[in-house]
């Protein structure tokens, strides 16, 4: 019986790949080939399992940067060339980056797969599956993954700069400050070279430091790196080395901080400052820097040749051992005072002080005080200057100005002698009026005025020669004392008016007085006061003498309040005052009378300008003279202009 031969067939190609394709799919190692040029030719479904990625994106592409780190890459690829021919193998530790979670370090297994001729077709590397983790591992893995995202999204918005540089010095993260430096996007830098990016003088700059933090030290810079892009910039930067999981050295982390703004203050600030001490230590003025415990922190070099103290000497005490008794024993208690109600007595205004030489005398100082704070500390600062040498001058040129002016006084003796003859002939004109008045009325029964009254007027005129004979005394003794009377102007003008009544109305000049409702106080002398109205109203007369009616003389008061001082016009009918007359009017020995002596004006203006007033004439709009006097209101200081 024939029985049916069967010839088995030898399997084809096709039938080895698939078989081959199972295997690798089953199997739980981690497989993968890598062709001469370094491309991925195969990744096994145990790498997809692992990392996530697909073999489809892998295949024919480098495994960096998805599967792994540029770095990695090239030390893989360094590592192959050991195992490149047949029988060679090598173990490599490679870092795979994965998809959902954090990076994983493997131990790889590679051996060249040589064909007959004996040329290397790829490298194969297998790995044993790693140990299916605990689920408590698995989710601390997944929030580590978190923390380290946000760790990342951290690291990219510092305002510094940070990245992760490896031994290589690729560039594998760059976080966002790269694009505010130098104007690049920081994901487009992973895998640049550092030099390619900060330039070669930074480069240069910086690669010690680098080079120390790859030696597993930390390394800082502090100064100006001339950067390609964005210029030069004064940085703090920190190198620090990165480590796998292993604990080897795997690069460095660049932390670095732009304090170029910062340095340009301080730089200016020290200019400031040395400027300032320039100023204080040649400054001539005495300038001494105090705390609020009175105790001496700066002492420069004039206010040394002030105190006759060096510096040395006096910071560190109190500033009252520069002080005189009794201020010496007050002043911790004047800062204290002022510190506890905030009320300054001489912080911010000039004063004249006395001081305490080293040896004991005083010193006359023009002293001013300012405020300022120093690290949250009040502290003061006292400008002193010398007067003594200037108050001496003073005093001198005070005791030569006395002696002139007694000197001045003498020879206006004769001057005086003709203003005396003025003075008194005003009221001796007046006594013999009342005289001849008294001998015209005697022998008569209808008398028009009573003698009582010419006798009074006589009196009163006799009283007035002898006060003018005393203040010319006064005068020539040098001693005029300041005005002391609180009188009313609107009395003085009356009394001045009842002592030309009697001429007034022999002259038929109707006197009319116009007195403020409330009344004008003024501190004077009053026969002095009553001697220029005494002028002034007499003139007023006088300038009327040749002229047509009606004849008129109008006496106004009032107050300045905003000037706190009452001025009084006296105002005629005369012909005025020609215009070139009237800058020479108040000038001694100046008259425009055929009888003159031209001494009252001059006078009457002395008179006012030492009660701090002034006397001033125009003429009238409506005619005739006026003159207005002014005079300081009761209360006022004056000084005698």
Known sequence: MDHDVVHAQAPSAQHHARLLDAVLAQTGQLIFALDPQGQVLLFNAACERLTGHFAEALIGQAPDPVLMASEEARHLRKALQSASTPGSSATIRCQWRIRAGPNRT???????????????LCHLLAAPPPPRPDPRVIDAEQKTGDRSTDLEQLLKALPGLVAHISPDF???????????WF???PEAQRGKHLKDVIGRQAFRTLKGQFRQALAGHHARFLGKVPYARGGPRFIHG???????PAGEINGFYILAVDLSREQSLESELDRTSRRAGAIIKTAIDGIITIDETGTVHSFNPAAERLFGYQAAEVIGHNLNMLMPKP???????YIDNYLRTGKARIIGIGREVTGRHRDGKPIDLLLSVAEFDESGRRMFVGITHDLTQRNRIRNEARKYLDQLAQLNRVDALGEMTANLAHEIRQPLLAIQASAYAMRQQNGTADLQTPIEDNLDRIERQSKRVNDILNQITSFLRNEDDPPDEDLNIDSLVCEVLRLLDHDARLSNIRVETD????????????????????????NAMDAMDHTPGPHEIRIVARHDKPKNQCWVDIIDTGP???EKDMEKLFTPFFTTKTRGMGQG???????????????EVSNHPQGGECFRLTLPLTGEKHEPV
Request: proline letters at 5%; one cysteine or more.
């Open 327 to 333: 201020e010496r024993d007050k002043h911790d208690q």
């Open 106 to 120: 493997l131990q790889l297994s590679a051996s060249p797969v040589i064909d007959d001729h004996g040329q290397l």
């Open 170 to 180: 690729e560039i594998l993260f760059a976080n966002h400050a790269y694009r505010d």
């Open 183 to 185: 104007g690049l996007d």
């Open 601 to 615: 004006l001059a006078i009457s203006r002395s008179i006012i300008r030492r009660h701090g007033g002034t006397l």
């Open 238 to 244: 920190n190198y620090i080395p990165s480590h796998d």
């Open 576 to 578: 005025g005052i020609a």
């Open 515 to 538: 007195m403020p409702n409330k009344p004008c106080h003024i501190k004077s002398h009053s026969v002095q006061i009553q001697q220029v109205l005494f002028n002034l109203v007499s």
